[in-house]
């Protein structure tokens, strides 16, 4: 809700139409001066805390009620037409405009009452004291209606309807011949004058000037009107007083015989300080107006379903040549599907709660179909006495090519130093075990010819085998990860038992394992599951993950392997009691030269592409891959497969693996693992 300040009530104390401000139980806390004049009142402290329904009783539509409650559950009401009854009137015709607002500190209603019939409601009495006290023929007196209003009248008596007349707000001058014979208050100070004797016997035309059309018309309407009940419109004139300064009211004219002489009468309302304000914010408006059509920033104003303000940014960023071309489509068709809902998020939040929405970023349609990136606020303002949304639409389009340049700058960088790290690993790689068979080399060469049994040729063997081990699984994690790098990763799927398939690759795991002072434990929740899957990439998978959780593991360490069938999905679970691994590298691992440990203070070996081979071939089976862990307390890879069935048979499906052959491939994938 907007809170009425100091500079508002100076604002509305000018106003020619009345403003009155009600809180709970329909109290009057404000009414500016005009509204305190319509009541008959001299002052606020007459009305202030006072229900508002001990003055005015609305009428007309049953719907809306004219309570606090009602209109504050409402929030805002837009010109509704009814009628009202005051002590002194009854069916004043107005139109109403509420607001929901915050008035010394609480919450309140703003009514602004438009009363454009006061000024004919005035005249018809002068019209009616005239017409009682010179008994003349004038014709607006005629019907059945206006003789009943004139008894009525004639009960008041002449001294209490000319007091009437006197003090009422308004001006009246009576004018026969050019010559003024009678004026009210009001009357004498619109003439620039204070007295009655300043202005009675003087020529009307002497003590103001119209201007020239203005006078004329005045006047000749009045003659014409003489005889007729019909009353001129009321107009908006400037006029010069004697002294010379300028006033603008708001006036109308009357004319009634007397045997044959000729009475005119004027009714006017001062409204210049009215104009004033109105000109000065015409004068802000054209030069809001030009301060926003210079923003890099497109504005516009929308109000009863329509745009009925745009500066050139705005047109820009849409694509569009003027507000009818935006127009001919309802404004929500401007923004992309994909932000639809943010944009009627911000419209309620301005429309219907009429508070103030952040900016967000939106997707906007251009006219030619292509889609923008911009950020949009919005806020509500009252604009042609209408609720409307001023929104403001920022083309943020290059900073966001900066910041997606930016970001793959970093992931550029990122990936450069990822390599570097990686042939820096690679390097040493292939150079420990190159190193380690050169050595063996070296010595069999330097004990050449000499007794056999001083040389351990069995010991020497064997860890050069180990070694070509080592130099051959690198050589082959790096044809497959150029193969992924291309797009092209062979995959040979067949349905297997996976349970039979993971329990084999475990249990021959298990005399290495425990020649490594650690334990192994298979365990299942199924005995059987056949589903479609590549058998021997998911074994290297499978000695992938237990090759890591021997590498990690603590002496004495333990190793589970357990598999379930969770409906849609088969889970495979390989848990270690190792040194776990932090938080912040659960995701990293599995991305290509990554490691939990850096190459010059790692206590294992490794390339650090093992677990990226291991998520590219889960993905190619449609699943998943994960961990769960914690430093120092161990550490938990989880594969989902899905449940499905593969549409081939493998060709492989018939191949049996030998021991031998598993022990092979033990070999070469727990080959970076020395004892």
Same mark, same amino acid.
């Given at each position: 809700?907007?809170?009425?300040?100091?500079?508002?009530?100076?604002?509305?104390?000018?106003?020619?139409?009345?403003?009155?401000?009600?809180?709970?139980?329909?109290?009057?806390?404000?009414?500016?001066?005009?509204?305190?004049?319509?009541?008959?009142?001299?002052?606020?402290?007459?009305?202030?805390?006072?229900?508002?329904?001990?003055?005015?009783? /609305?009428?007309?539509?049953?719907?809306?009620? /004219?309570? &606090?409650?009602?209109?504050?559950?409402?929030?805002?009401?837009?010109?509704?037409?009814?009628?009202?009854?005051?002590?002194?009137?009854?069916?004043?015709?107005?139109?109403?405009?509420?607001?929901?607002?915050?008035?010394?500190?609480?919450?309140?209603?703003?009514?602004?009452?438009?009363?454009?019939?006061?000024?004919?409601?005035?005249?018809?009495? $002068?019209?009616?004291?005239?017409?009682?006290?010179?008994?003349?023929?004038?014709?607006?007196?005629?019907? *059945?209606?206006?003789?009943?209003?004139?008894?009525?009248?004639?009960?008041?008596?002449?001294?209490?309807?000319?007091?009437?007349?006197?003090?009422?707000?308004?001006?009246?001058?009576?004018?026969?011949?050019?010559?003024?014979?009678? *004026?009210?208050?009001?009357?004498?100070?619109?003439?620039?004058?204070?007295?009655?004797?300043?202005?009675?016997?003087?020529?009307?035309?002497?003590?103001?000037?119209?201007?020239?059309?203005?006078?004329?018309?005045?006047?000749?309407?009045?003659?014409?009107?003489?005889?007729?009940?019909?009353?001129?419109?009321?107009?908006?004139?400037?006029?010069?007083?004697?002294?010379?300064?300028?006033?603008?009211?708001?006036?109308?004219?009357?004319?009634?015989?007397?045997?044959?002489?000729?009475?005119?009468?004027?009714?006017?309302?001062?409204?210049?300080?009215?104009?004033? $304000?109105?000109?000065?914010?015409?004068?802000?408006?054209?030069?809001?107006?030009?301060?926003?059509?210079?923003?890099?920033?497109?504005?516009?104003?929308?109000?009863?379903?329509?745009?009925?303000?745009?500066?050139?940014?705005?047109?820009?960023? #849409?694509?569009?040549?003027?507000?009818?071309?935006?127009?001919?489509?309802?404004?929500?068709? /401007?923004?992309?599907?994909?932000?639809?809902?943010?944009?009627?998020?911000?419209?309620?939040?301005?429309?219907?709660?009429?508070?103030?929405?952040?900016?967000?970023? $939106?997707?906007?349609?251009?006219?030619?179909?292509?889609?923008?990136?911009?950020?949009?606020?919005?806020?509500?303002?009252?604009?042609?006495?209408?609720?409307?949304?001023?929104?403001?639409?920022?083309?943020?389009?290059?900073?966001?090519?900066?910041?997606?340049?930016?970001?793959?700058?970093?992931?550029?960088?990122?990936?450069?130093?990822?390599?570097?790290?990686?042939?820096?690993?690679?390097?040493?790689?292939?150079?420990?075990?190159?190193?380690?068979?050169?050595?063996?080399?070296?010595? #069999?060469?330097?004990?050449?010819?000499?007794?056999?049994?001083?040389?351990?040729?069995?010991? &020497?063997?064997?860890?050069?085998?180990?070694?070509? &081990?080592?130099?051959?699984?690198?050589?082959?994690?790096?044809?497959?990860?150029?193969?992924?790098?291309?797009?092209?990763?062979?995959?040979?799927?067949?349905?297997?038992?996976? $349970?039979?398939?993971?329990?084999?690759?475990?249990?021959?795991?298990?005399?290495?394992?425990?020649?490594?002072?650690?334990?192994?434990?298979?365990?299942?929740?199924?005995?059987?599951?056949?589903?479609?899957?590549?058998?021997?990439?998911?074994?290297?998978?499978?000695?992938?993950?237990?090759?890591?959780?021997?590498?990690?593991?603590?002496?004495?360490?333990?190793?589970?392997?357990?598999?379930?069938? #969770?409906?849609?999905?088969?889970?495979?679970?390989?848990?270690?009691?190792?040194?776990?691994?932090?938080?912040?590298?659960?995701?990293?691992?599995?991305?290509?030269?990554?490691?939990?440990?850096?190459?010059?203070?790692?206590?294992?070996?490794?390339?650090?592409?093992?677990?990226?081979?291991?998520?590219?071939?889960?993905?190619?089976?449609?699943?998943?891959?994960?961990?769960?862990?914690?430093?120092?307390?161990?550490?938990?890879?989880?594969?989902?497969?899905?449940?499905?069935?593969?549409?081939?048979?493998?060709?492989?499906?018939?191949?049996?693996?030998?021991?031998?052959?598993?022990?092979?491939?033990?070999?070469?994938?727990?080959?970076?693992?020395?004892?």
């Amino acid at each position: 809700m907007i809170s009425i300040t100091n500079v508002d009530v100076e604002f509305y104390d000018i106003l020619s139409d009345p403003v009155i401000i009600i809180g709970e139980n329909n109290k009057i806390l404000y009414s500016n001066e005009r509204a305190i004049r319509f009541l008959r009142l001299s002052t606020l402290m007459e009305i202030k805390d006072l229900p508002l329904d001990n003055f005015v009783q /609305f009428m007309g539509d049953e719907e809306i009620k /004219f309570d &606090y409650e009602f209109l504050n559950q409402r929030k805002i009401l837009n010109r509704i037409k009814t009628k009202i009854s005051t002590s002194f009137q009854e069916n004043i015709k107005v139109e109403i405009v509420g607001k929901g607002v915050v008035f010394d500190g609480v919450e309140a209603m703003l009514l602004l009452l438009k009363l454009d019939d006061l000024l004919h409601e005035e005249q018809k009495l $002068v019209n009616d004291y005239f017409a009682d006290i010179t008994s003349s023929g004038y014709k607006g007196l005629e019907t *059945a209606e206006d003789n009943v209003h004139v008894k009525g009248l004639n009960e008041l008596g002449e001294g209490t309807l000319k007091t009437i007349i006197t003090h009422t707000p308004n001006s009246v001058v009576l004018v026969k011949k050019g010559i003024i014979l009678f *004026a009210n208050k009001a009357g004498i100070e619109l003439l620039g004058k204070t007295n009655e004797e300043d202005v009675v016997g003087q020529e009307f035309v002497d003590l103001v000037k119209f201007d020239l059309d203005a006078k004329e018309n005045v006047i000749c309407d009045a003659k014409k009107l003489m005889v007729s009940d019909t009353m001129l419109p009321v107009v908006e004139r400037k006029l010069t007083r004697k002294d010379g300064s300028q006033i603008y009211v708001e006036l109308t004219a009357m004319c009634f015989k007397e045997g044959d002489e000729i009475y005119t009468v004027f009714i006017g309302k001062n409204i210049t300080k009215k104009v004033v $304000v109105e000109q000065s914010l015409q004068r802000s408006q054209a030069s809001y107006s030009k301060i926003l059509q210079f923003m890099p920033f497109g504005v516009g104003i929308y109000n009863e379903d329509k745009v009925t303000f745009a500066n050139d940014a705005l047109f820009k960023i #849409l694509g569009i040549q003027s507000l009818n071309e935006f127009n001919k489509k309802k404004i929500m068709e /401007f923004v992309h599907k994909d932000s639809l809902k943010d944009a009627y998020e911000m419209y309620n939040t301005v429309y219907q709660n009429i508070q103030q929405s952040e900016f967000k970023e $939106v997707i906007l349609k251009r006219k030619n179909g292509t889609k923008i990136q911009v950020e949009m606020g919005a806020v509500p303002i009252f604009f042609d006495n209408k609720m409307s949304i001023i929104f403001v639409i920022h083309d943020i389009t290059e900073r966001k090519k900066a910041e997606k340049d930016k970001f793959k700058l970093d992931q550029a960088l990122k990936y450069d130093k990822l390599k570097t790290e990686f042939i820096s690993n690679v390097s040493h790689e292939l150079k420990t075990p190159l190193n380690i068979i050169l050595s063996i080399v070296q010595v #069999l060469e330097f004990n050449e010819g000499k007794e056999a049994e001083h040389i351990d040729k069995k010991k &020497y063997v064997k860890i050069m085998k180990q070694n070509c &081990y080592r130099l051959l699984r690198l050589i082959n994690n790096l044809i497959d990860i150029t193969r992924i790098d291309v797009g092209y990763q062979k995959m040979d799927f067949g349905n297997y038992d996976i $349970v039979k398939v993971i329990e084999d690759i475990t249990l021959s795991t298990v005399e290495y394992i425990e020649n490594k002072g650690m334990s192994i434990v298979f365990d299942t929740d199924i005995e059987e599951k056949i589903i479609g899957i590549d058998r021997e990439n998911m074994e290297r998978v499978m000695l992938n993950l237990l090759s890591n959780a021997v590498k990690f593991s603590k002496e004495n360490g333990k190793i589970y392997v357990k598999l379930s069938d #969770l409906g849609d999905k088969v889970k495979i679970s390989v848990k270690d009691n190792g040194i776990g691994i932090p938080k912040k590298m659960h995701k990293k691992i599995f991305e290509r030269f990554v490691q939990n440990e850096s190459l010059f203070t790692r206590s294992h070996e490794g390339s650090g592409i093992g677990l990226s081979l291991v998520k590219s071939i889960v993905q190619a089976h449609g699943g998943e891959v994960y961990v769960r862990s914690k430093e120092n307390r161990g550490s938990e890879f989880i594969v989902e497969l899905p449940n499905v069935l593969s549409k081939k048979e493998s060709i492989a499906e018939k191949r049996k693996t030998g021991n031998a052959g598993n022990v092979q491939r033990i070999e070469l994938e727990f080959s970076d693992i020395y004892n």
